[in-house]
């Protein structure tokens, strides 16, 4: 039986206080027990905030991860980029550690600088060694690096290259979002239940169980160019894809436990619309308590 968490990436919408440290309570009473801190335009909360937000996370069976700035680039040919993005990571690792949150989400880099996409793997995985030491040199081995399937063609994060990250580094483990594989594939995969699948098999194939307690995901509705990823959408609105129902069909047939953000635009709004989705095709047992 999975075991599935539900939750917003960053301050739910629909609460009225501006207090982040309120949330936590705010997602218990709606019935969500996941939350994504976005530090994505810099780390910029304070250890004894981050430190209440983890108890009040604690109090209510919150599980937190943090998402990192987007301005990393770990394999940019400047060197100035590769220093100022391990120092965002490791800031971030920090703020996770802080307040108890268990991922640290990012997205590795472009492809642009490196004369091929094979060597922007290698120049991503160089340059996460020193923040996998940093890890360990605070005693944060609680704190996993996620680097996340990215939603463009021009960035480093297909599903064979978090993979291959993972694989050459402690303290890495990949992580799916379901939208950006659909729009990197042109809404050619996550057609199918088969398709989330064979995600989670390869994962588990090719990682071991670890990758997969829990997996952590995001999900939204996207819209995609040629490039790929162009903007993320509702539940409702249905024009786009990936269906949530393959999704939770793929965690449910598998019995992994997982973690689903939310990146839709009405956040804890579509999570629990995910839940109930979910609660109906699995029964409410397989969401977690």
Same mark, same amino acid.
């Given at each position: 039986m999975p075991r599935l968490r539900f939750g917003p990436a960053g301050k739910p919408i629909s609460m009225k206080s501006s207090d982040m440290l309120k949330a936590p309570e705010f997602l218990h009473e709606i019935g969500l027990n996941a939350m994504e801190y976005e530090a994505v335009r810099g780390v910029r909360i304070s250890e004894d905030k981050a430190r209440k937000l983890?108890?009040?996370?604690? *109090?209510?069976?919150?599980?937190?991860?943090? +998402?990192?700035?987007?301005? /990393? =680039?770990?394999?940019?040919?400047? *060197?100035?980029?590769?220093?100022?993005?391990?120092?965002?990571?490791?800031?971030?690792?920090?703020?996770?550690?802080?307040?108890?949150?268990?991922?640290?989400?990012?997205?590795?880099? !472009? !492809?642009?600088?490196?004369?091929?996409?094979?060597?922007?793997?290698?120049?991503?995985?160089? =340059?996460?060694?020193?923040?996998?030491?940093?890890?360990?040199?605070? *005693?944060?081995? =609680?704190?996993?690096?996620?680097?996340?399937?990215?939603?463009?063609?021009?960035?480093?994060?297909?599903?064979?290259?978090?993979?291959?990250?993972?694989?050459?580094?402690? +303290?890495?483990?990949?992580? /799916?979002?379901?939208? +950006?594989? !659909?729009?990197r594939h042109q809404g050619k995969f996550i057609t199918s239940v088969d398709d989330v699948i064979k995600v989670i098999e390869k994962l588990e194939k090719e990682l071991g169980e670890y990758a997969l307690k829990p997996l952590h995901t995001h999900f939204s509705r996207i819209e995609y160019g040629k490039g790929g990823e162009k903007k993320h959408h509702t539940l409702a609105e249905t024009q786009y894809g990936p269906e949530f129902e393959h999704v939770c069909r793929g965690l449910t047939e598998t019995g992994i436990e997982a973690v689903i953000i939310s990146e839709s635009p009405i956040l804890e709004q579509d999570a629990l619309v995910m839940k109930k989705i979910c609660s109906k095709i699995c029964g409410v047992k397989c969401v977690a308590d």
């Open positions: 983890g108890e009040e996370a604690r *109090k209510y069976d919150i599980l937190l991860s943090l +998402h990192a700035p987007y301005f /990393i =680039n770990l394999a940019s040919a400047k *060197k100035s980029t590769v220093e100022a993005s391990i120092t965002r990571l490791k800031e971030s690792v920090r703020a996770s550690a802080w307040m108890g949150s268990y991922i640290v989400v990012f997205h590795p880099g !472009y !492809y642009r600088d490196a004369p091929s996409k094979e060597e922007a793997v290698e120049w991503v995985i160089k =340059n996460l060694e020193p923040v996998v030491e940093y890890i360990e040199e605070i *005693k944060a081995e =609680n704190v996993w690096l996620g680097p996340e399937t990215t939603g463009k063609i021009t960035q480093v994060g297909d599903l064979d290259e978090v993979i291959e990250i993972a694989r050459r580094l402690d +303290h890495v483990k990949p992580v /799916i979002d379901w939208a +950006h594989l !659909y729009a």
